[in-house]
Nanobody
Framework: QVELVESGGGLVQAGGSLRLSCAAS????????MAWFRQVPGKEREFVAG?????????YYADSVKGRFAISRDNAENTVYLQMNSLKPEDTAVYYC?????????????????WGQGTQVTVSS
């Protein structure tokens, strides 16, 4: 069973930065993509950023965070990071880490089989 545990959320002023971490434990053969999603109450969970888990590294982002957020990985530590810079109040959400066995650049929540419990990010104006 795969367990994903997020950390690093908190309260920050607009323009500030936060770094989220997602530690993966347990056996997860066939992991191809690790990603971050976010969700605000009353809205659907939305894709934020994804990264390949093995071999050639590639990343992809939602248009709303391109140039501000950066996803990275540390395979030795089984950890994925999300560096968030120039934060805006509209970035306020619960951020979730997720794992997918899909190839390519999956962005739908249904493409991901394992999820963390989420970490709250609040950006004040």
């Amino acid at each position: 069973q795969v367990e994903l545990v997020e950390s690093g959320g908190g309260l920050v002023q607009a323009g500030g930065s936060l770094r989220l971490s997602c530690a993966a434990s347990g056996r997860a053969p066939g992991t191809n993509i690790m990603a971050w999603f976010r969700q605000v109450p009353g809205k659907e969970r939305e894709f934020v950023a994804g990264i390949s888990w093995s071999g050639w590294i590639y990343t992809y982002y939602a248009d709303s965070v391109k140039g501000r957020f950066a996803i990275s990985r540390d395979n030795a530590e089984n950890t994925v990071y999300l560096q968030m810079n120039s934060l805006k109040p509209e970035d306020t959400a619960v951020y979730y880490c997720a794992r997918s066995a899909r190839l390519g650049r999956p962005t739908l929540g249904s493409d991901y089989g394992y999820w963390g419990q989420g970490t709250q990010v609040t950006v004040s104006s």
